[in-house]
């Protein structure tokens, strides 16, 4: 199993431990994005941001889900795995909410 994400990710965990002002959860996110090999990170390009507007925009969802959603499509990910409930599976992607693990 590889576990894959979009590169919009570090900077999601990363904003919330900096709001919270909380040192010691940044310093852990960037050991998890860059020495744990567990993660692939997906590039954030022109392609994928182009199709993220237009995913966004026909399924009502926010511009940074489109960006994973749309990263997910672009790898032929199997699982989608989230904690938001506004995404939901298509017949390209099938999303799994994090709580039904």
């Known amino acids: 199993m590889r576990l894959i994400t979009s590169e919009i990710t570090v900077s999601e965990c990363l904003y ?14 960037r050991e998890i994005f860059s020495e744990i090999e567990a ?6 390009e022109f392609g994928i941001c182009e199709r993220a507007a237009k995913v ?4 009502g969802l926010k511009l940074i889900d489109a960006i994973h959603v749309t ?10 795995v989230t904690n938001d409930k506004g995404i939901r599976s298509s017949a390209d992607l099938c999303v799994v909410q994090l709580a039904d693990l």
């Open 39 to 44: 993660f692939e990170l997906v590039p954030v």
């Open 56 to 59: 966004g925009a026909a399924n």
């Open 71 to 80: 990263s997910a499509l672009e790898i032929a990910c199997d699982v989608f």
């Open 16 to 29: 919330g431990a900096y709001k919270a002002e909380r040192s010691e959860l940044v310093e852990r996110y």
